[in-house]
Each structure stands twice: as structure tokens, then as C-alpha cells.
């Protein structure tokens, strides 16, 4: 084994000097131990390796990348980086390569770090600190999750040269005294002050321009990931602000959006479409009603949308419903003859880079859509619901109904119509093998079947 040892936790340049002098001993990445800070004494210890080489050439993009993923949390970033050196060298990879997994670990490695330190720019907030003859100083804590602050704080001198200040992080603190920047240890959050008189101005501001109607609360809360919250002066009254604002625009909205008797689907969409009883309508792009002909006779009720659905505003036209056309065909089920429709009419998702990754509602958001899903089967009064998974089977029924044990069985919905319980497609998407995908989509073809059976005939 070969210890490869760097002097902090983002020092790219020793990074990259221990990685020549391991090309040049040819040390394959699995005998490198890579280590950060001090030698420390130990009995066992292995050879450093701690040899000055001449630099290397590498493929346009790997520096780049390096010098991101450098600063990332992970412990193992080293020995990945070294990993993909080798193997570039040697051609067994190339940068270009976007389906490569190890280049595709580290870009993502790459993108949370510049993200960190773009939440570091934006969500820092400095507080005034009086010191002795009236000098101002101003302090600021962030807890980064990455090894960003030496790598930023280039950013913040640029930006606050005119200002003494301090940046405390759990990693390490940078000081400002408008001429150099020092580095010192790292600190506790206790050492920085939470209130200053600037801050109750502002506050006191804020909440008296605080709109609901003029500020859009979601957008706002979109921007400012709550973990930074309590760092920012202005936030302090943003949880109180948010709830009556949101109590307030829901009572306003409620009142105009209740279903009456003299709706038809259409009225009925519009009105869903200004839902605001849960929160998923902030994120979404838009609402996705039920459709299909008004009389319908068979009723499909689906999970939520999902991000095609989200995109078109229309139900079941990404792969699960391109999957259920081609099995309802399979079964003999018209889809143009029946209602389409979900239990939640919002697609609910967390971000992750450009892609949005779906997520389970709860109870809470299955039983604020309910009204929705309650007037569409008043409207359309099918002679049979098909509960497609179990969160289509928790809504129509109000139990919590296990979907293997109870698939292909009869229930009642909460408004008496005969539901009859199944898989939903999406999870013949996620089956592993060949064979259990053909017995449990032959299992669902049998179950459309029996469905078309009990409507028409
Ligand atoms: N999954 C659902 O449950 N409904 C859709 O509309 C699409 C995917």
C-alpha cells in the first residue's frame, strides 16, 4: 500500500503533484490510500508516496472537472479522480464518454459543488458587529456542504472589498480586513451573532411589504432552501408571514373554488385548476384533470401525474400510460371510451440537477385532491373504477388496501361505486427480470379483462 498523502481537504495542487509521482511508480488506484492533513505517527505506517514528477498531459476536461469534484464531501473522490486519470491515459476511457458511470459520478460530484457554491454566494448573510471605536465588522455563519469557502472566498472579496469581515464555517474561517484575507480554524456556530439593529429595520420592513398577491410565495420558497433559513435576517418572519399568507389565500380561494351541483367537467377543471389546498400546485407545471367522454362507463384512476403528464396536462401519455395503452389494447379495452384520471392532479417530485424525480403524495395531499376526484365520479357515474396501485386504491376507498393481496378483488368507493383493485403499470417498469415482468403483466391483462367483462357485457 501506498499512502498518497494531501495537505487539506480541497488542495487540488497536491492532489495533483501525488498523482504524478504515483504515475510515475505505475501504482495502480486499488494500492493508493489517500490522506488528508498532518502525518500523524503510526507504527504501520506505509510508504509515502512523495515523489516530485514532471506533469502529465491530460484530456481536455479532466482538470476542469477535477478541480470541481476536489472540493466535494465524499472521502473517495481522490482515489476516483486517480482512477479516471489512469484509465484516460491508458484509453480505457474517454471524457467524452456521457454514459461512462465513473465520468458520470464525478460531473454529478462536479455539479453539486458548484451548486454549493452558488447557495453560498446567494444565501449568506452577513450581521453587523459593533467593535471597539465604532468599526464596524460583519460576521456571517454558513455551513457549506462541500469544501467550498477557500474556493469562494475570492467571490466574496470582490464583492464586499470595502467591508472588514468574517466568513465562519464548521470547516475553517476567512478573515477581511480590506487589505488581506487570513485564514483561521474552524468555529462554532455560538461565535456568531444572530440579531443585529439593521436586522429589526429590516424585518420590520419586510413584513409590512410582505404580499402575498404581489410575492409568489412557492417561487420564493423555491429559491431559498429552508436549511439556510435561519442564517438570513429577512427569514426570521418568513414561517409566520408564510402560513397566514397561505391561510389567507386559501380561504379566499376555497370560497370561489367549492364544486356546486351546476357544474359540468369542464367548470369543474377550471375551478380545480386555482386548487390551492395543498402545496404541490407551486412546483407543478400544471394541474392534469381527468379526461374521456362525460358518460363513460369504466373510470381509470391513477397515482398523479408524472413529469410527461406534468409537461402535455394531460393523464397517462408518459411510459406507464404508453405501457397501460398497450395492455389495455392487450385486454380489449377501448381507452378513447373511458375516463382517465388520477387520485392527485399534481405531480409531485424533488429536483435532482435538470431532472425531476417522482415522489409518493401523502395522505394529507391524497385527501385535499379527494374533492376533485369525488365530483369527476359524481359527474361521470361509472359502473366500474379500476384502482390502478395502491395510492388510487387508498383515495377511492379510504383504506389502506395492499395491492398484491388484493389485486384483481372488488370494493366499494366512498361514494359506492364498485372499484376494482390492481397493479399499477409503472410497476411492470420496475421489475428486474424477463419472467416475473411476462407473469405480472399477463397477471394485469387479466385484470383489464375482467373489467371490460363486469362494464360491458
Ligand atoms: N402515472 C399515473 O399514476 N398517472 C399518470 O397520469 C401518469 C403516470
Not at 476511457?93 to 457554491?117: C, Q, S, T, W, Y
Amino acid at each position: 500500500m501506498i499512502t498518497a498523502r494531501i495537505s487539506a481537504e480541497d488542495d487540488f495542487e497536491g492532489w495533483r503533484n501525488q498523482c504524478r509521482g504515483l504515475m510515475r511508480l505505475g501504482a495502480p488506484p486499488a494500492d493508493v490510500v489517500w490522506q488528508v492533513g498532518e502525518q500523524r505517527t503510526d507504527l504501520f505506517a506505509s510508504p509515502e508516496a512523495n515523489i516530485e514528477a514532471a506533469p502529465i498531459g491530460v484530456p481536455e476536461g479532466f482538470a476542469e472537472l477535477a478541480r470541481s469534484v476536489i472540493c466535494h464531501s465524499d472521502p473517495e473522490r481522490f482515489a476516483l479522480l486517480y482512477q479516471l486519470l489512469i484509465d484516460l491515459k491508458a484509453r480505457r476511457r474517454h471524457m467524452g464518454d456521457k454514459a461512462d458511470p465513473l465520468i458520470r459520478k464525478l460531473e454529478m460530484m462536479a455539479k453539486n459543488v458548484r451548486r454549493d457554491i452558488h447557495k453560498m454566494r446567494a444565501f449568506l448573510r452577513f450581521r453587523r458587529v459593533e467593535e471597539a471605536e465604532g468599526e464596524e465588522h460583519f460576521v456571517a455563519w454558513f455551513e457549506p456542504e462541500h469544501h467550498i469557502v477557500r474556493t469562494n472566498a475570492a467571490f466574496f472579496v470582490r464583492r464586499f472589498a470595502g467591508m472588514k469581515w468574517s466568513i465562519l464555517t464548521p470547516q475553517l474561517s476567512i478573515h477581511w480586513d480590506r487589505k488581506k484575507l487570513l485564514e483561521a480554524s474552524a468555529t462554532s456556530k455560538t461565535d456568531a451573532p444572530t440579531e443585529d439593529t439593521i436586522e429589526e429595520q429590516w424585518k420590520t420592513y419586510y413584513s409590512s411589504i410582505f404580499n402575498p398577491a404581489r410575492l409568489k410565495v412557492n417561487a420564493m420558497l423555491k429559491e431559498m432552501p429552508k436549511k439556510y433559513w435561519h442564517n438570513m435576517p429577512e427569514t426570521a418572519l418568513v414561517t409566520e408571514l408564510i402560513q397566514s399568507a397561505r391561510n389567507r389565500e386559501v380561504a379566499m380561494i376555497e370560497k370561489d373554488i367549492v364544486p356546486s351541483v351546476a357544474d359540468t367537467l369542464a367548470t369543474l377543471h377550471a375551478k380545480a385548476n386555482r386548487c390551492r389546498r395543498c402545496p404541490l400546485n407551486g412546483p407543478a407545471t400544471q394541474l392534469v384533470y381527468g379526461e374521456g367522454p362525460a358518460d363513460a362507463r369504466l373510470m381509470f384512476v391513477g397515482e398523479q401525474p408524472g413529469d410527461q403528464e406534468d409537461r402535455a396536462g394531460r393523464p397517462f401519455v408518459g411510459p406507464a400510460g404508453q405501457l397501460l395503452d398497450a395492455i389495455l389494447a392487450e385486454a380489449g379495452v377501448d381507452r378513447t371510451q373511458a375516463y382517465m384520471t388520477n387520485a392527485v392532479k399534481h405531480f409531485k417530485f424533488r429536483p435532482e440537477g435538470k431532472r425531476r424525480i417522482h415522489e409518493r403524495p401523502n395522505v394529507g395531499e391524497i385527501n385535499h385532491c379527494r374533492w376533485w376526484l369525488k365530483r369527476e365520479i359524481e359527474l361521470v357515474k361509472p359502473n366500474l373504477i379500476v384502482a390502478l396501485g395502491a395510492t388510487a386504491a387508498r383515495s377511492l376507498t379510504g383504506r389502506s388496501l395492499a395491492v398484491t393481496s388484493n389485486r384483481g378483488q372488488l370494493f366499494e368507493s366512498l361514494e359506492g361505486t364498485p372499484v376494482l383493485v390492481t397493479i399499477h403499470p409503472s410497476y411492470l417498469l420496475r421489475l428486474p427480470d424477463a419472467e416475473t415482468s411476462e407473469r405480472e403483466r399477463a397477471l394485469f391483462v387479466a385484470d383489464l379483462q375482467n373489467a371490460r367483462k363486469r362494464v360491458y357485457q
